[in-house]
């Protein structure tokens, strides 16, 4: 059986990771798991952190072990007690893959918190240049990587083998002056197109044209500016351990539901 066909042209991923100097979403992904860590009563002595963005965890957890991102990652298998896998599952060829390497590095009952874009980001311009596109080119080409939404992404704890998953997401809206702007500031983010399905020709300016005209059209702000989505999901679980809690087996609970929430039962129709 053949390899499925990678999604993304890792080379020029890197190449657009290089260049990018605007690492606002990074810093807002650090703050967040840095506030989440700050919940869970326990210190993490031996933490690592995948990621392609060095300088920016460094600074968020100097004591952790940088792990480069890759498909193969370099990480120690059991010597993590925590690992991070930071903003870059929208782009791996194998995300399920990634959180099993994760999941090999952790001791047991270790942490995993990954933080990825989810399926609401860019909504706004997907939307726009489908249109656009659709409307003078009769079809549709990759411009924008497809991100998972939040409910396909929690399953992927699970297929990983993380023992008690929980999938939540932080939405944040920024504003630019116009889809000129936008798009100079993913590519300063590092996040440009890097799908090997990509189109390697030069854009009509018109295609561009429309889509700022259905941007403005449709989603302007009552000052003219230019909202943009950006959803954040963190992915928690934990490696396997017999400390942890378990599920009580069916059928051995003490008390009726209905009795404990004072609610009259009413039986289904046969």
């Known amino acids: 059986m053949e390899d499925p066909k990678p999604l993304t042209d890792v080379t020029a991923l890197q190449q657009h ?3 990018a100097t605007a690492l606002f979403l990074q810093e807002m992904a650090a703050d967040e798991i840095q506030d989440r860590l700050s919940m869970v009563n326990r210190s993490f002595t031996s933490p690592a952190v995948v990621t392609p963005f060095r300088t920016v965890w460094e600074m968020y957890l100097p004591q952790a072990v940088i792990c480069p991102e890759a498909d193969h990652l370099a990480l120690e298998t059991g010597a993590h007690d925590l690992v991070v896998h930071a903003m870059g599952l929208h782009w791996a060829n194998d995300p399920v893959g990634q959180l099993i390497q994760c999941r090999r590095a952790l001791k047991p009952d270790g942490m995993l918190l990954a933080a990825t874009l989810g399926g609401q980001t860019l909504q706004e311009l997907r939307s726009c240049l489908a249109q656009a596109e659709i409307a003078l080119c009769g079809g549709l080409s990759p411009r924008i990587a497809p991100m998972g939404e939040i409910r396909d992404l929690g399953a992927l704890l699970q297929r990983a083998g993380l023992a008690l998953p929980v999938a939540d997401s932080l939405t944040l809206t920024v504003e630019y002056r116009d889809t000129v702007h936008l798009m100079h500031d993913l590519r ?3 996040e440009g197109n890097a799908l090997v399905a990509r189109s390697r020709t030069i854009s009509n300016r018109q295609l561009f044209d429309e889509t700022s005209r259905l941007y403005i059209e449709h989603f302007a702000t009552g000052s003219g500016r230019l ?5 954040i999901v963190f992915l ?9 809690q378990k599920p009580l087996r069916p059928g051995s609970a003490k008390q009726r539901l209905a009795d404990a929430l004072s609610v009259p039962e009413t039986p289904l129709p046969d």
């Open 17 to 19: 990771r290089d260049r």
């Open 188 to 190: 300063a983010m590092g």
């Open 236 to 244: 928690t679980g934990w490696a396997p351990d017999e400390s942890q």
């Open 227 to 231: 909202p943009a989505t950006f959803e």
